[in-house]
């Protein structure tokens, strides 16, 4: 169990996170959402330990995080590119740890293979594509085996395709990792189990999506919510075919 409690960080009066205190618990997938400037970014540095709290703490267990804990992938992934070839890339991040030497590469090819990037093993990371990029980061963070994945817009770079295979990706990383991810993207709101909210450097908002709908009526959501509110279907139908079979039942099962 992650905890942040009471976190403050602002790199100027009103700007940045304040006293927000957030608990992720084993196998939650939350999305966390707010305004350009809201302090996402900042709240996930802060998780992940790349920025010391002026007030407050992160602990893991208990503990302060150790390093390996928290894996995190960015938007750009260009910026993490150290090395030339993907294989060199994702070793690169257990040079530093005491993984032994002869399990790196079997650790590298292990998570080459989750993401599906093994045939690009010997590519230079910077002739992939968009989502192939975001992928090998990805690679990379799994390589060190965290207990926990922070996604900043990872899909914010990404073209339709590239992302729906990342979403496909995710619906299998979703049953092994603990995963908190930011989006502008209403449709990824689907992913979470939890909708975490930041307004005035606050949560304003942890719940469930049906919860937060209700709560925030005005919020753009994802269409397939839209479709079930605008047809008056309960919640629980979650999905286009869900949608379908309820509001044509009848010529849906004649048809099968
Ligand atoms: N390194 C920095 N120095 C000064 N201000 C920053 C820095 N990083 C972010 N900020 C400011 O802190 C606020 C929160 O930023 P950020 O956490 O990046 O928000 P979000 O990810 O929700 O867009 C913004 O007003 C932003 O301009
Ligand atoms: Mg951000």
Same mark, same amino acid.
């Given at each position: 169990m992650l905890k942040a409690e009471a976190l403050?960080?602002?790199?100027?009066? @009103?700007? @940045?996170?304040?006293? *927000?205190? *957030?608990?992720?618990?084993?196998r939650d997938c939350i999305v966390l959402i707010g305004d350009n400037g809201s302090g996402k970014t900042t709240l996930l540095y802060a998780l992940a330990g790349l920025l010391q709290p002026q007030q407050g703490s992160v602990t893991y267990d208990g503990k302060p995080v150790m390093p390996g804990d928290? @894996?995190?992938?960015?938007?750009?992934?260009?910026d993490q590119f150290i090395t030339t070839s993907v294989l060199d890339e994702v070793i690169f991040g257990l040079e530093n740890t005491q993984v032994p030497r002869?399990?790196?590469?079997?650790?590298?090819?292990?998570?080459?293979d989750d993401v599906g990037m093994r045939w690009a093993e010997a590519h230079h990371p910077m002739t992939l594509s968009g989502g192939e990029k975001q992928r090998v980061a990805l690679a990379?963070?799994?390589?060190m085996q965290p207990k926990i994945l922070?996604?900043?817009? /990872?899909?914010?770079?990404?073209?339709?395709?590239?992302r729906a295979d990342?979403?496909?990706?995710?619906?299998?990383?979703?049953?092994?990792?603990?995963? /908190?991810?930011? %989006?502008h993207l209403v449709e990824e709101y689907m992913f979470a189990n939890r909708i975490c909210y930041l307004d005035a450097h606050h949560l304003a908002f942890d719940g469930d999506l049906a919860t937060f709908a209700a709560q925030y009526?005005?919020?753009?959501?994802?269409?397939?919510? %839209?479709l079930q509110r605008a047809c008056q279907l309960p919640f629980r139908v979650q999905s286009y075919e869900e949608c379908v079979q309820q509001l044509w039942a009848s010529t849906y099962t004649t048809s099968q």
């Open positions: 403050s960080y602002l790199y100027a009066p @009103g700007c @940045g996170i304040q006293e *927000l205190s *957030l608990t992720i618990n084993e928290i @894996g995190i992938v960015f938007q750009h992934p260009d002869e399990d790196m590469a079997k650790r590298a090819y292990q998570a080459l990379a963070v799994l390589a922070l996604f900043d817009e /990872v899909t914010a770079m990404l073209d339709s395709h590239a990342f979403y496909a990706l995710l619906k299998t990383l979703k049953t092994r990792y603990t995963i /908190v991810m930011t %989006t009526p005005a919020h753009p959501m994802p269409f397939v919510i %839209t």
